[in-house]
């Protein structure tokens, strides 16, 4: 199964940002989250179509099975 941490930001223009962080160490500690996105959001260092990050919106973990089949 795979993991990612999913980061997301406000941006300047109301829109929503998202940075992905494969395969997180486990356990998650949200302080420690938390306080890697505050970093992020000081930086000032990222830019999207939506203007800057200007808030910390969330974060969360996405977990998914994939299958592969082999088509002969």
Same mark, same amino acid.
């Given at each position: 199964?795979?993991?990612?941490?999913?980061?997301? =930001?406000?941006? @300047?223009?109301?829109?929503?940002?998202?940075?992905?962080?494969?395969?997180?160490? @486990?356990?998650?500690? @949200?302080?420690?989250?938390?306080?890697?996105?505050?970093?992020?959001?000081?930086?000032?260092? =990222? =830019?999207?179509?939506? $203007?800057? =990050?200007?808030?910390?919106? $969330?974060?969360?973990?996405?977990?998914?099975?994939?299958?592969?089949?082999?088509?002969?």
């Amino acid at each position: 199964m795979a993991k990612t941490l999913e980061l997301q =930001f406000s941006t @300047e223009l109301g829109g929503t940002a998202r940075i992905t962080v494969d395969h997180p160490k @486990e356990p998650i500690d @949200e302080a420690a989250v938390k306080q890697a996105m505050e970093k992020i959001l000081a930086a000032g260092v =990222f =830019f999207t179509a939506t $203007g800057n =990050f200007v808030a910390v919106k $969330g974060a969360r973990v996405i977990e998914r099975n994939v299958t592969d089949f082999e088509l002969v």
